[in-house]
C-alpha cells in the first residue's frame, strides 16, 4: 500500500515538472541571428557567402586562414539555408512512451546533451548513407520561425534542379547531359527512404535503436538514470554502445571509437574499420570517431578558436558538441568569431515514427543560431566521419597539422598516436567490454567529473 502511495505521488510530481518544462521550453525564441553579408559562412565542410545572389554561379575560390587553405565556395544564402535546414535537429519531447523504470514521459530540463549527441551520430549517418552532397528537397518550404535574421533576397522556392545543389562533387561544365528524369527520382526516391529511417533510428519509443529509451538503458550500466545529467564521456560510451547493439542490417556497416584521454590510438580505430561484418564475411566499416577535449581550463582559451574553425571547415566534420553550463548545443559551422549552432531546448510534440509518412517538419530546424566562441564552455567533443581506412588516415594526417599549427606554445588539445592502447600500458580497452560501458581504470579517471560539474559532450 505504501509502494502504491509513492507511485502515485511520483506520477503527480512527474506530471507537475512536465507541465511545467512544455510551458517553459515551448516557446520559441524571437531573438534575431544576424550574419554578415562581407564574411563567408562554414557549414559543416562546406562554405558560403552571402553576396552571392541569384542563381547559382560557378564555384568562387575563397583562401580561408582557419582551415590554411584555398576553399570553394558552395554558394549564397538560398543554398546555406536548404543546408542548414536539411541537417537532423532532435529536441525535447513530451507526451512520449514512458520511461522504463521512471514515471517520465518528457525530456524537458535534462535530456539536452543527450538530444545534442543524437544530433551528432544523425549527421554521422547521413554522411554515410546519404552524403554530404545530399539536401533536403522540401527544406525551403519551411517557414523560418525567424525570418528576419535573413537577408531580402533569400529565396523561398527550389532551384530548378535537384542536381544543382551537388556543385561540390563535380564542375558543372563537365555534366554535358543532365540525368534523366528517371534516373533522378529513383535516387530522390532511395534518398528519401534513408532519411526517413534515419530519423526513425532516433524516434522517442523503446524499440528505436538510438531513441531516448535505448540511450537511458544503455546508461544506467554506468550509474545513470533517466532525469540525470549526462556527461560527455558517459554519453561518448552510451553512443558507442548503442552502435555496437544495434540489430539493423543497415547499420552494421558502422562503427564509433572514443578517444581515450585526448588520444586516438590509431590501431585501435582501423581494428574497428576491419572487423567482419555480413555474417562474418570480411569488410571495412566506417568509423565514427568521438574525441571528448577541453578547450583551456575554467574559461574558453580564444586560442583555440582558429582550430575549432578548422575543423568544422572539413567536410568529414560531424560537429562539435558544447555549450554553456548545464546546456548543451549542437554546433555545426560559424561566421567570423561566432559559432552556428543548433538548440536542443525547444519542446515538440511527440512523433511516431512506425507510421509510414510521418511528419518531417519538426527534426528539421529553420533558423540557426549563433554564438561567440568566447561565451563556449571549455568543454567540449569533437567528432568525425571516415568511410575507409584511407580516409581515416588522410583526416589523421590533415587533423595533426592543424593541432600542431594552432597549439604552438601549448598542449595539443588531443593527438594521433600510431599503435594500440593496450601498448601504453592501459589496464584494458573500453572496445571489447561486454557487461560495463567503462574499464575500471576508465571509472577511476571518470571520477574528476561529476554530476554536479556539467561537463558536455
Known sequence: MEATGTDEVEKIKSKFMSAWHNMKYSWVLKTKTYFSRNSPVFLLGKCYHFKTEGEYRALHSFQSSSAGMSTEISGNVEEFRRDFISRIWLTYREEFPQIKGSALTTDCGWGCTLRTGQMLLAQGLMLHFL???????EALDMESCDSESWTSSTVRKLTASFEASLTAERDPKVLAQPPSRRDWDVTERRNEVYHRKIISWFGDSPLAAFGLHQLIEYGKKSGKMAGDWYGPAVVAHILRKAVEEARDPELQGVTVYVAQDCTVYSSDVIDRQCSFVDAGKAGTKAVIVLVPVRLGGERTNTDYLEFVKGILSLEYCVGIIGGKPKQ?????????????????????????????DFPLESFHCPSPKKMSF???DPSCTIGFYCRTVQDFEKASEEITKMLKSSSKEKYPLFTFVKGHSRDYDFASSPLHEENDLFSEDEKKRLKRFSTEEFVLL
Open 374 to 376: 568566447k561565451k563556449m
Open 131 to 137: 552524403g554530404r552532397a545530399w539536401v533536403w528537397p
Open 328 to 356: 548543451s548545443y549542437y554546433f555545426a559551422g560559424f561566421q567570423d568569431d561566432s559559432l552556428i549552432y543548433m538548440d536542443p531546448h525547444y519542446c515538440q510534440s511527440f512523433v511516431d515514427v512506425s507510421i509510414k
